[in-house]
C-alpha cells in the first residue's frame, strides 16, 4: 500500500514545474450516501461548496438528492462558503450528488515588492494572530526570531521562513490525512503532510509579524479520469505591502524530494523551491480557508480545526471524515 500510495504521488509530481499545464479544467463530483449509518437519527452533512475567484471559475453546479432540506451557507469568520443538507430521523435512503465545473489558472507572482511601503498591520490582525495549534508565543515566537534575525521586511522576513521550512521540515507519508498541524509538536519532530508544513510556516510567520493564511483545497490529477477522494491539499499565502496575497508551498517542495528522491543540494530541488515561492500549479483548487471552525448552520461537535472534508453528524454523533469508505463518499475529477 506504502509502494502504491508513493507511485500515485510520484505521477502528480512527476514532470518538472517547467513542463506543467497553465490551466486545468473538469467536472468535480462529490457523490454521498449516509444510508447506512445509523436509522431513526436526524443526520446532517457539511461539504466545502467551491466558488469563484481570480484564479478560478466555477460553473455548472448542480446539487441533486433525497435531503428534506438544503442550502448554500457561510460561515461566519472566514466566509468560507458550505453546501448543507439535511435529512428527517425517518429517511430511508440519505443521499446527495454535488457536481460542478473548475477552470483552474496557474498562479505565478513573479514581481515581488522588495520596496516596503507603509503598512497598518491592524488591518490584518486576523492573519498575525494564534489559534488553538498555531501558537505565536513561547518557542514559537523565539525560533522565529532566530529565524528572521537581521531581516528587517516582510519580504525578506517570510523567505527566511519559506527557506527554513524547506530545509528543516520533511513530508512523512504515514501522518492521517493532510496532518493536524499541531506546531507545538512539529517543532519536536518536524514530519507531516500539507496541514503540518503550513501550519508551522503560518505560526512562524504570525510570530515575526508576517500576515499569513492557509488556503484549503482540493488536487485535480494529470490524467483524464481521477479518484480524488483523498486527494486534499492545503498551502500558503502571505500579505506582501506592495503585492498583495503571495502563495508559497514549502510542503509541495518536501513532496516533491520525498517521491523523487531529492536532496537538498540538487538541481531540481531548487527549481522546485523557485517555483512554490510565489508560484502554485494549477493542478488544484480552493475549497476553504479558516482554523477552528465553526460551521453554519452550527454542528454539534467541537470547531473543526480545518475544514476540507466533508463532515456529518447522525444524531449529534460525528462521522469519521478521515473514512471515505465508512462514512461514505466519493470526490470524483473527469477532465473537459
Given at each position: ?285 480552493k475549497i476553504a480557508s ?47
Amino acid at each position: 500500500m506504502k509502494r502504491l500510495l508513493l507511485t500515485m504521488l510520484a505521477f502528480s509530481l512527476c514532470l518538472t514545474p517547467a513542463a506543467w499545464a497553465k490551466s486545468r479544467s473538469g467536472q468535480v463530483s462529490v457523490e454521498v450516501d449516509l444510508s447506512k449509518q445509523e436509522a431513526g437519527k436526524e443526520t446532517r452533512l457539511w461539504i466545502p461548496y467551491a466558488v469563484s475567484d481570480a484564479n478560478q471559475k466555477v460553473t455548472d453546479v448542480k446539487v441533486s438528492g433525497d435531503f428534506a432540506t438544503s442550502a448554500v451557507y457561510t460561515d461566519q469568520a472566514n466566509g468560507t462558503p458550505i453546501l448543507y443538507a439535511q435529512w428527517d430521523k425517518d429517511a430511508k435512503s440519505r443521499k446527495l450528488v454535488y457536481s460542478f465545473t473548475v477552470q483552474r489558472e496557474e498562479q505565478r507572482i513573479k514581481d515581488l515588492a522588495a520596496k516596503e511601503p507603509a503598512w497598518n498591520k491592524a488591518d490584518y490582525a486576523e492573519y498575525l494572530k494564534p489559534t488553538s495549534l498555531g501558537p505565536v508565543d513561547g518557542e514559537v515566537k523565539k525560533l522565529a526570531e532566530g529565524i528572521v534575525k537581521g531581516k528587517t521586511t516582510v519580504l525578506e522576513k517570510a523567505k527566511a521562513i519559506y527557506d527554513w521550512a524547506c530545509e528543516n521540515m520533511y513530508r512523512d507519508p504515514a501522518t492521517v490525512g493532510c496532518g493536524k498541524g499541531d506546531v507545538c509538536e512539529l517543532l519536536k519532530k518536524p514530519g507531516g503532510k500539507c496541514t503540518d508544513i503550513s501550519s508551522v510556516y503560518i505560526a512562524l510567520a504570525r510570530a515575526a509579524g508576517v500576515p499569513a493564511r492557509e488556503v484549503f483545497g482540493l488536487r485535480l490529477g494529470k490524467k483524464a479520469e481521477e479518484d480524488i477522494t483523498t486527494w486534499q491539499h492545503c498551502w500558503v499565502e502571505f500579505f506582501l505591502p506592495g503585492t498583495g496575497w503571495v502563495p508559497v508551498d514549502p510542503a509541495d517542495v518536501r513532496k516533491a524530494m520525498l517521491v523523487e528522491k531529492l536532496e537538498l543540494k540538487d538541481a531540481k530541488t531548487r527549481e522546485y523551491r523557485d517555483y512554490f515561492w510565489g508560484g502554485i500549479d494549477p493542478y488544484r483548487f480552493k475549497i476553504a480557508s479558516g482554523r477552528d471552525v465553526v460551521l453554519n448552520p452550527q454542528q454539534a461537535g467541537a470547531p473543526l480545526n480545518t475544514f476540507g472534508y466533508p463532515y456529518a453528524e447522525v444524531g449529534g454523533k460525528v462521522l469519521d471524515w478521515y473514512d471515505p469508505k465508512g462514512f461514505s463518499y466519493r470526490i470524483t475529477f473527469k477532465e473537459k
